[in-house]
């Protein structure tokens, strides 16, 4: 990727974030009651968004489809992990030893 | 002598104490952003970014989990228009909290404005609304800067220090340090049966499509849950609406 494309990503996330954080807050006028079905709308992005862009990075290997393999259980651990102690960190450390033990064993 | 000078500034000391309480109000919650902030730093590096660009992606975007995202999608090799869109659709959340804030910066200063909107993060809004509810407007608003500015720096710092962690040998560890922190994001999301099912079938979208070209099993895997995610809640957001 050229630096000239690396800094037209930069540039393109940091104006559309700002204008999405900003219209309500800068723009008075606006209503600030969406409707209930936009808004459910936009609470399903998040959801979907992170489950697209994790589930083939765990259940992909080398293009082929593994049910059981490091990545799927270490993914389980973090999960159980959020699940009982809703701690982003703990999550995240705990999902990482454990992918870098099974890797080793398995 | 301390009288006359509050009636000079009035309410001065207040917006300072309330500026201090939100800061203090964020620290556990950036205990657990240290390490995800680290990791998008990590993911700059990793995928082909200098540590400058890498800087300058988390002080100008400033932008979470989608700053990841779009790291993740240039190192499997997606082009700028498909970064920048799955940057942009992770980010469009930004959206309700701008609509939840702007009640509170209704008589702010435009420079009040814009720095808040800039600061915006996620976990400043539950803290701000929840801490603040019966506070005088200037107030709510100095914690909620407390509150944005410590998570910024803490943002800032730790990204920069992840960035000298991604030229690391690509052991497995660090490339699975982006999976399991998106998978650590999605996981408080799964409160209700509608986001539940919703991720289900982006999952199982984005794996089905995976061979696509240009990320396209990306985007319609997301596509698929929320549509997925609407159809369950509709009915329910159409009662709210009536009531």
Known sequence: ?106 | MTEARQDADPGGGSSRRALRSGAIAMLPILIGIAPFAAVAGLAGTHNGFTVLETAAFSLFAYAGAAQVAALDLIGNGAGAGVVIATALIINVRFIVYSATLAPMFSDASLKQRVAGSYLLVDHAIPLTLTRTAEWARRDKIAFYFGACLVFWCTWQICSFVGSFLGSLPNTGVVAFAVPISFLALLAPQLADRPRLFAAIVAGVVAVAGADLPANLGMMLGTFAGIATGVAFGWRAAGEKSAS
């Open chain 1, 1 to 106: 990727m050229s630096t000239a494309t690396v800094w037209l990503i930069i540039a393109a996330v940091a104006i559309g974030g700002f204008v999405l954080r900003a219209v309500f807050i800068l723009v008075p006028i606006l209503p600030r009651n969406l409707p209930p079905r936009l808004s459910l709308v936009l609470q399903m992005v998040p959801a979907a968004a992170f489950a697209a862009l994790v589930a083939p990075a765990l259940f992909l290997e080398d293009g082929r489809l593994q049910l059981i393999s490091p990545a799927t259980l270490a993914g389980a651990i973090a999960l159980l992990v959020s699940f009982r102690w809703k701690n982003l960190a703990l999550s995240i450390v705990c999902g990482l030893v454990a992918y870098g033990c099974l890797d080793l064993v398995l």
